[in-house]
């Protein structure tokens, strides 16, 4: 018995120690974020091979919350919400509305896959593409944020409403002829 | 970070328990299927009918509408939480905005985006 | 805070909202000629109201610098609205027959519009963005107005999934560029040397990318032809000319305004994308039946010409693109008018459709022959003199392979131009006898052809004044 508590002891002894070696909280981080970003890339991937587009949509909405667990552990709180608002709530509930006005009996092989070189070439192609982005990552100095963000939203309010006013109200406007567009697209394929 | 590492714990929590639970009955449970035991289930009446059926667009356009407005709730928000100290120029260019979008709104009620026939 | 910077994008705002409104309140059963009327006339307030704009002091600006109203901006601003202006007039008959929401089809042209003028104007990189999402939303929605068509689905889904790549492209470039500079606005951008890092780099060739989606240059032009052919005529026409010449001011802007320092870069990358447009839009336009489809690849090459004097980057390259974009405007406006009339009356827009249009109605022949040996820049028309600008422009500033590379292209294009015009002159058979009967359409129309060919011949023959106004225009740009 004593003897396992030694051990025990002993085992806590040493994570300490670890842990004043390294920098824990930042290996934390780091650890966050290698998880969401990696299920968030699983998840990405498993909307273009799923055959089943439904189990398609749900691991678009997986991917979606994955990016806001990152927006989140970048202490990016009002982004993290709106992901969560926006897209993992009402653009995900679109999507699955879209998917059942379409007339299909069998959802079974609705995401269909293309052949064998197409993927090869996708592959290529896009691994070419995250070669040179991590390069670039790699090789720039990027400028950091001074401070941390901490609430975002007053700052964004400032922003939006001072700065940016242009941008803002014509954001309104094109808010306003996307749901005329999608409500007339959508009316019109009805009744033709 | 601190705040959402305790929200992560009590997701992770919040998984370990139904799987825990869900395990040992999937290692335990018998497997007799029969093409009785394979329908849906469905409050034990017999379905009828396909799994999938095309739904109306009347659903879509609910969903359409929401959308707009949520996004609109967006933009609200930071507003909102600065509201005392933007003053009388933003609270001017926040009514422009909610108007160009009540036009959106009208549109959608005329139209009958929003009706239920 | 000078509101009259902004005040065009304020009245085609307003206009916008008026039309929407005037849909809901008239009653279902009469058409929306009325709001048409409504469109042109406010239009052509707003475009006599903007000649008052122009300026030789320092430009007004809008928060900051963020939105610039200078007399480059104002000048691509009118030849937006004009365009306008035209498709709406000839597309009232268009509009009456193959669409089934007539009203909110106006609306949504002026939000097209609206963004096209923010885009114009855009000094930073948020306002760009929006401008430029709310014109191809815009543009996305038009393209799928046909109802009855399946074609005009497919061409709207297309673009729309092309297009969002491309905005994605894009918007990852402009995210690179903050990261780099920390800054959206071009002012600030252009002095900042971190553009020199890696980041900076591979964003201003994301940003260009993007840039080249919009305008459907080789190898991003995949997309033009479908969408072209697949959308209703009218729309087809603002495609080629009015969001080309948007998507170039706005370009333009960038490139010189935000990315000087890059300009060793850049400029060779132009040239090469160019090249490429001229040569392969030139040459894939040569097999085409459907003149729609041959108008797509008409308009990837003719971008490559307007892309020559931007590589040329001084103030004699953008003078010349102002004064090419304009002729194509009214080269594009007379050719697209005959072409919905034709579609109207035959049902469609190759050749075949085209068949004895000189014998139906040598009006409309004389235009589509006039707009069309324009856009091959023959003389006494006005693209004789546009390209005499450009290429005068491109050896001026070194680039005497481009030069020749567009001289020769143009005069092969030549080529597939007059097919079309022999498919109309011809003479006709015994079996396309009814081919002769006469061709119907409205006054409106034929104001817009008549106009069309007068501005065509008029700047071919004496094109010093429009070159004085583009003149004024790019010496404020170039300060």
């Known amino acids: 018995m004593n003897e396992a508590l030694g051990y025990v002891h002993g085992l806590v002894g040493w994570a300490f120690s670890l842990a004043e070696a390294y920098d824990v909280p930042s290996l934390i981080g780091a650890g966050v974020f290698f998880l969401f970003a990696g299920l968030a890339l699983l998840f990405a991937c498993g909307v273009v091979f799923l055959r089943n587009v439904v189990h398609s949509a749900l691991s678009l909405t997986a991917t979606f919350i994955c990016v806001a667990c990152l927006y989140l552990s970048i202490d990016a709180d009002f982004m993290g919400a709106v992901q969560i608002l926006v897209y993992g709530g009402a653009v995900a509930v679109l999507i699955v509305m879209a998917i059942m006005l379409t007339r299909r009996d069998d959802m079974a092989h609705s995401n269909p896959s293309r052949g064998l070189w197409q993927h090869a070439g996708a592959a290529v192609v896009s691994g070419l593409f995250l070669l040179g982005m991590a390069a670039v990552a790699v090789l720039s100095p990027f400028q950091s944020a001074p401070q941390p963000l901490g609430d975002a939203a007053p700052g964004l309010a400032d922003l939006m409403l001072s700065h940016y006013v242009l941008p803002f109200e014509v954001a309104a406007v094109l808010l306003l002829i996307a749901m005329i567009g999608a409500i007339l697209l959508a009316k019109g394929a009805e009744e033709s | 970070m601190g705040e959402y590492g305790g929200l992560g714990l009590f997701f992770l929590v919040a998984l370990i328990f139904p799987v825990s639970a869900l395990i040992p009955a999937f290692l335990l449970q018998p497997r007799q299927p029969t093409k009785e035991k394979r329908i849906p289930y469905e409050c034990g009446v017999d379905t009828v009918g396909k799994t999938y059926v095309q739904y109306r667009v009347g659903y879509f356009l609910y969903a359409l509408v929401f959308i707009v407005f949520d996004v609109e709730t967006v933009f609200l928000y930071p507003w909102a939480v600065r509201f005392g100290h933007l003053g009388l120029f933003a609270l001017i260019e926040m009514f422009i905005f909610i108007a160009i979008l009540a036009v959106g709104l009208g549109y959608a009620w005329k139209k009958g985006a929003l009706s239920w026939k | ?479």
């Open chain 3, 1 to 479: 805070m000078d509101f009259w910077a902004i005040s065009i994008e304020i009245a085609v705002t307003v206009l916008m909202l008026v039309t929407l409104i005037a849909d809901l309140l008239l009653p279902k059963e009469t058409d929306r000629r009325a709001i048409a009327f409504l469109t042109v006339i406010g239009l052509i307030s707003v475009f006599v109201f903007s000649l008052g704009q122009y300026h030789l002091s320092s430009s007004a600006t809008f928060f900051m610098g963020l939105f610039i109203a200078d007399n480059y901006s104002l000048f691509f601003k009118q030849l937006f609205i004009l365009g306008m202006i035209f498709v709406v007039l000839f597309s009232l008959d268009y509009a009456q027959k193959f669409l089934r929401y007539r009203g909110e089809f106006y609306t949504i042209l002026l939000s097209a519009l609206l963004g096209m003028c923010v885009m114009a104007s855009a000094n930073d990189f948020i306002t760009l963005f929006v401008g430029l999402e709310l014109m191809t939303i815009s543009f996305y929605i038009l393209v799928g107005f046909r109802m009855d068509k399946t074609a005009s689905g497919e061409a709207a889904v297309k673009y729309l999934l092309v297009g969002s790549a491309s905005t994605a492209v894009m918007l990852y470039g402009i995210s690179l560029i903050y990261g780099a500079t920390g800054s959206f606005e071009f002012m600030i951008i252009c002095r900042n040397l971190h553009l020199f890092y890696a980041a900076g780099l591979a964003g201003v060739v994301l940003i260009m990318a993007g840039f080249f989606f919009k305008l459907s240059a080789i190898p991003f032009h995949m997309w033009a032809p479908d969408v072209y052919q697949g959308a209703p005529t009218p729309v087809t026409a603002l495609l080629a000319m009015s969001s080309k010449a948007a998507g170039l001011a706005v370009f333009m802007r960038v490139l010189y305004v935000a990315f000087p320092i890059l300009g060793t870069y850049w400029m060779h990358i132009l040239a090469a994308v160019s090249a490429l447009c001229m040569i392969g839009g030139n040459i894939l336009a040569i097999k085409q039946k459907d003149v729609k489809r041959m108008l797509a690849y008409s308009s990837i090459a003719q971008a490559g010409y307007m892309m020559v004097g931007m590589a040329s980057a001084d103030y004699a390259g953008i003078k010349a693109v102002m004064f090419y974009a304009t002729l194509y405007l009214f080269a594009n406006v007379g050719a697209f008018a005959v072409l919905s009339v034709v579609e109207e009356e035959r049902g469609g827009t190759t050749h075949a459709h085209l068949t004895g249009l000189s014998e139906a109605s040598p009006m409309l022949a004389a235009v589509m022959t006039i707009s069309l040996v324009s856009m091959a820049g023959v003389p006494p028309t006005a693209g004789f003199a546009g390209k005499i600008y450009i290429f005068t422009a491109a050896v001026d500033y070194g680039y005497i392979w481009l030069a020749f590379v567009g001289f020769v292209m143009s005069m092969m294009s030549i080529y597939y131009y007059l097919l079309v015009v022999r498919a109309m002159y011809r003479d006709l058979t015994e079996q396309e006898a009814d081919y002769a009967a006469p061709v119907k359409y409205p006054f409106a129309v034929r104001l817009t052809a008549i106009l069309a060919a007068v501005a065509t011949l008029g700047v071919g023959v004496y094109p010093d004044l429009l070159a004085k106004v583009t003149n004024l225009a790019s010496q404020t740009f170039m300060r």
